[in-house]
């Protein structure tokens, strides 16, 4: 599971990513293209070097982005015209460019550029998109140049079994030699992400990695992992751990309340991570209101850990074929209720 | 030199804190008087609990901020009424309280509560603050229950010699563990900064260890050590930090300055801090400009580093009787001009 980044991973240093679990990251191509600029981390030996991380880098084609993003996008047949959400200076990404982008980069799994619909959207948009996103495809194939990074496809066909078959079916050909579902946790809900993956990972390599992007919830991670998902990147735990929403094995809890203003016991006495190891609730409540910077850090380091511990949970769940019972056995404790 | 905190020191873990070379750190009474409050500390097992310090820790009396900080001050006799800068809500803090709250913090050094005066005051003003100073560090000793922690005395007196005298004569028949000077580094230049220290520092015993409060600058530092100054406590180094100016030996630096967007270099090729020996000046210019947490950090750890190497620095120089020397040193590298 890839923990997303900017250039570093919201106040952690690699050291302690790794002490975390984590072991790929997620850098977003689009954030890195407006600055510092792909040359720049170039000319500095690429986002590892840059970064000081040595494991596995995932770039994003910064189509996401550039749609949730950016002002004033035109699309073209080539791409898309858009003005920077920072300082509304005009750009240009497409297939081409994005290749160029993150072989500059240098990540270690790369992804191509789709076009990203809205969600709802009608039947006819869904499927013109589809139809570029395959032509994109193709194009990216034909610009790459590097052979050291995985190029992965992205599935996209909105909420419509047909689309997600027709772009499914068209990509597949391609041999890429990982596929993304693409255009979820856009605002559907959780019975309509389970039918779409359900009605396209059937199409699918069974022997290449599948990677449900922006997703998710802990049960979320579960559920599409039971249908055969293999890869996830999401913002939830890092974004939560800045707003003070911690994940426990009893389930979440906001370190804000007063309840806490006094607990000495550990955010999890069950976790085993350097902020539940060293830290009492009323500790973290107090560096919380007080805005410290190592609130967000500990919290982040603790909302990391039960990722990872989750994500090497179901791995063993995976080769022991329980992960229906992992699920089970997870949703029991999240359920039984909170802490005291 | 304790490094301050209000409960953690600016995003570092103690863990690195000891790494950067720190090794005692000092809480403001005032914040934690507030937030979260003595007695939740006290509770929690004292600061050094709460916080997981194991090394040392100095509380002020709580005195500057009331002074600096809050609102509607009314001073009397028994101490101080104020209303929090945070809520508005009123408090009293004097030599009793003062010493309660930091018992209950538990730091292996503590302070009297002491009349901190504006710059510049009047002679009469400073006189009968000094007057008060006194009758307040005699109450501190009445009020003192634990027999574990180190109370130093705080010499006031404003810019005055004959009242620096006063107050450094009426406190040390009181025989307090160490002396500090307070009511400096509030708005005076460096040269009448000077003075007073060496108007002061000979009235003080020799034997006890001096503390000039909220100093300051590196040269200000070397300065007030080849006076006889023996500890200080500033929030310069982290301060700084978080505002991307950052020391080197060959000066300071601004790291938010374009020149650096494609620099390879390490902040301080002569450094050998975490920082240093992991990114370049690109990354951390890159950090700060998106303002990601891991710059305030990571420019906190070198500027801690820097001044914790330059206290370690002279304390060798000073065991070979050659802190002038050091001195002469130092400040030939900071003027040969900056990098590149």
């Known amino acids: 599971m890839p923990v997303g980044t900017q250039g570093s991973v919201k106040g952690l240093s690699p050291h302690e990513l790794v002490e975390t679990g984590v072991r790929i990251i997620l850098a977003n191509t689009y954030h890195l293209y407006l600055r510092p600029g792909h040359g720049i981390v170039d000319s500095l030996g690429g986002l590892h070097n840059f970064?000081?991380?040595?494991?596995?880098?995932?770039?994003?084609?910064?189509?996401?982005?550039?749609?949730?993003?950016?002002?004033?996008?035109?699309?073209?047949?080539?791409?898309?015209?858009?003005?920077?959400?920072?300082?509304?200076?005009?750009h240009f990404i497409g297939p081409k460019e994005a290749m160029e982008i993150q072989e500059a980069l240098g990540a270690d799994i790369i992804m191509t550029f789709?076009?990203?619909?809205?969600?709802?959207?009608?039947?006819?948009?869904?499927?013109?998109?589809v139809e570029r996103t395959t032509r994109w495809a193709d194009m990216c194939l034909q610009h790459k140049k590097r052979n050291d990074q995985a190029l992965f496809g992205i599935v996209q066909g909105g909420m419509y079994p047909d689309l997600r078959e027709k772009s499914a079916r068209e990509l597949v050909p391609m041999d890429f030699p990982g596929y993304a579902l693409g255009g979820l946790s856009v605002g559907e809900d959780s019975e309509t992400r389970h039918r779409v993956i359900e009605e396209t990972i059937g199409f699918l390599p069974e022997n290449?990695?599948?990677?449900?992007m922006g997703v998710g919830r802990p049960e979320d991670i579960i559920?599409?992992?039971?249908?055969?998902?293999?890869?996830?990147?999401?913002?939830?735990?890092?974004?939560?751990a800045r707003n003070g929403t911690l994940f426990t094995s009893k389930g979440k809890i906001s370190i804000k309340n007063a309840r806490?203003?006094?607990?000495?016991?550990?955010?999890d006495p069950a976790c085993e991570c350097y902020?539940?190891?060293?830290?009492?609730?009323?500790?973290?409540?107090?560096?919380?209101?007080?805005?410290?910077?190592?609130?967000?850090?500990?919290?982040?380091?603790?909302?990391?850990?039960?990722y990872m511990h989750l994500i090497e949970g179901l791995k063993t769940a995976i080769k022991k074929d329980q992960v229906e019972e992992y699920g089970r056995h997870f949703y029991r404790r999240q359920n039984q209720g909170g802490f005291k």
Chains 1, 2 share one sequence.
């Open 51 to 90: 970064m000081s991380w040595q494991g596995p880098i995932l770039t994003d084609s910064g189509g996401f982005q550039v749609y949730s993003l950016s002002r004033l996008r035109d699309i073209s047949e080539d791409g898309v015209h858009f003005q920077s959400h920072l300082d509304g200076s005009r």
């Open 114 to 129: 789709d076009e990203c619909v809205p969600y709802p959207a009608d039947h006819e948009y869904v499927l013109s998109a």
């Open 208 to 212: 290449k990695p599948v990677y449900l």
């Open 223 to 240: 559920e599409a992992v039971i249908q055969g998902v293999d890869m996830f990147d999401c913002v939830m735990p890092t974004r939560n």
């Open 260 to 267: 806490y203003a006094d607990d000495k016991e550990p955010l």
């Open 275 to 306: 902020t539940c190891t060293h830290y009492s609730r009323a500790y973290l409540r107090h560096l919380f209101m007080a805005r410290e910077l190592l609130a967000y850090r500990l919290n982040t380091i603790h909302n990391l850990w039960f």
